[in-house]
Antibody, heavy 120, light 110 residues
Framework: EVQLVESGGGLVQPGGSLRLSCVGS????????MNWVRQAPGKGLEWVAY????????YYADSVKGRFTISRNNAGNSLDLQMNSLRDEDTGVYYC?????????????WGQGTLVNVSS | QSVVSQPPSASGTPGQRVTISCSGT????????VSWYHQVPRAAPKLLMY???KRPSGVPERFSASKSGTSASLAISGLQSEDEGDYYC???????????FGGGTKLTVL
């Protein structure tokens, strides 16, 4: 059974940092691109970042470019999101999502999400 | 404000057929495949349709989707109470170099 489990969320002050992790199981992690998608309270979905299966290619939404870094460790079946210079508007639930095609947003498996609360 | 727009709400009665529209531009829907997601409260989104009109295994045949130009639509026939929730369309955007989601449509089964 494919599973994605996020961790690392919590309360952080504006300007602070947080590192999210996502561990995959039940599939060959290193064969899939992975994404982070977030959802602000009561709002819609917003794509945050993508990393290719090999880790050689990454893309970011303009709203997080220069502040967030996506990375992966295929040997450990893990995906990370390092978030720096956090802002109030970064508050929300962060999901990791598997990307089978790498050619479009057909994210077939999602984690349960981890809540990030940026507040003073 | 998303570059892909959806009506904020839709509704129908059990057994009815409802459609949800999704309007984009040439840089997203007009040039790339569309996916649809269903999300119920306090749960992660679930992939409902991909590659414009393909259903992942396990998704009932009463869900269908289509695309024409820069617009796409999701149709649900034989509406059931468990179909309630939020529906999102999504497509890669060539200008933004990343996927974009529609603002979401809240479906209510009356």
């Amino acid at each position: 059974e494919v599973q994605l489990v996020e961790s690392g969320g919590g309360l952080v002050q504006p300007g602070g940092s947080l590192r999210l992790s996502c561990v995959g199981s039940g599939f060959t992690f290193g064969r899939y691109g992975m994404n982070w998608v977030r959802q602000a309270p009561g709002k819609g979905l917003e794509w945050v970042a993508y990393i290719r299966d090999s880790g050689t290619t990454v893309y970011y939404a303009d709203s997080v470019k220069g502040r967030f870094t996506i990375s992966r460790n295929n040997a450990g079946n893990s995906l990370d999101l390092q978030m720096n210079s956090l802002r109030d508007e970064d508050t929300g639930v962060y999901y990791c999502a598997r990307d089978p095609s790498g050619a479009g947003p057909d994210f077939d498996y999602w984690g349960q999400g981890t809540l990030v609360n940026v507040s003073s | 404000q998303s570059v892909v727009s959806q009506p904020p709400s839709a509704s129908g009665t059990p057994g009815q057929r409802v459609t949800i529209s999704c309007s984009g531009t040439r840089s997203n829907i007009g040039n790339n495949a569309v996916s649809w997601y269903h999300q119920v409260p306090r749960a992660a989104p679930k992939l409902l349709m991909y590659n414009d009109q393909k259903r992942p295994s396990g998704v009932p045949e009463r869900f269908s989707a289509s695309k024409s130009g820069t617009s796409a639509s999701l149709a649900i026939s034989g509406l059931q109470s468990e179909d309630e929730g939020d529906y999102y369309c999504a497509a890669w955007d060539d200008s933004l170099n990343g996927p974009v989601f529609g603002g979401g449509t809240k479906l209510t089964v009356l």
